[in-house]
């Protein structure tokens, strides 16, 4: 069945230091891919989406490209802050589908 | 003011007991959703609906019922709470068009 499998955190790392968290997917069909960023107390936000192969998703720095030659979708940003700590999830929803696959959330530490 | 509310925030019971958590949207939304998280394990479906008449069942309905009062209304009721329904529990809504999801804040729930 479809799936989403992410790194493992939690992630530490200093200001101003490059950030990817790995997420790869398997999927029958076209899958939509998602990140959402979860800060503490508060729900998921929607960080950013790609639709179709090739497609990169961009917000506040965070990008991921739908690498579909190997059913990837990392993201990465090139300078966080501390301000970016939260528990981010990769996502994808099934091809023609409401259903939304979650994977276990990757928490990022940023230190000042 | 958010545009999806969750009630109670936080809430502990104890096994046995009947409790339902509330669910608000301001999105104009038909569909809306039910999720659990646990840790290591990202969000499960409980139940979606998408609209006021059709209610289904998710990946972990057992031990869970809703009830969709309103378009903007989805109640979440645990008719004889046990410990292992201790979880974070979020509910999403999103439009038939784009499928994108909005998270609530979530609610807390503790089983003794």
């Known amino acids: 069945g479809d799936s989403v499998t992410q790194m493992e955190g939690p992630v530490t790392l200093s200001e101003e230091a490059f950030l990817t968290i790995n997420c790869t997917y398997t999927a029958t069909g076209y899958p939509s891919l998602f990140w959402y960023v979860q800060y503490p107390g508060e729900g998921l936000q929607l960080l950013l989406k790609?639709?179709?192969?090739?497609d990169k998703g961009s917000n506040k720095g965070f990008e991921a490209t739908y690498r579909k030659e190997t059913t990837s979708f990392h993201l990465e940003k090139g300078s966080v802050q501390v301000s970016d700590s939260a528990v981010y999830f990769c996502?994808?929803?099934?091809?023609?589908?409401?259903?939304?696959?979650f994977g276990t959330g990757t928490r990022l530490k940023v230190l000042a | 003011d958010a545009d999806v509310t969750q009630t109670p925030r936080n809430r502990i019971t104890k096994t046995g007991k009947r409790i339902m958590l509330e669910c608000s949207q301001t999105?104009?939304?038909?569909?809306m959703y039910w999720y659990r998280q646990d840790p290591g394990l990202g969000l499960r479906l409980i139940y979606y609906s998408f609209d006021v008449k059709d209610i289904n069942k998710g990946e972990i309905s057992d031990g869970y019922s809703v009830s969709r009062q309103a378009q903007a209304k989805f109640s979440l009721s645990l008719e004889s709470a046990i410990p292992n329904q201790t979880a974070l529990y979020f509910c999403?809504?999103?439009?038939?068009?784009?499928?994108?999801?909005?998270f609530g804040p979530g609610t807390r729930l503790t089983v003794t």
């Open positions: 999403a809504t999103s439009d038939a068009a784009s499928y994108e999801q909005y």
């Open positions: 996502a994808l929803r099934v091809a023609g589908t409401y259903k939304y696959i």
């Open positions: 999105k104009g939304h038909d569909r």
């Open positions: 790609a639709t179709k192969a090739d």
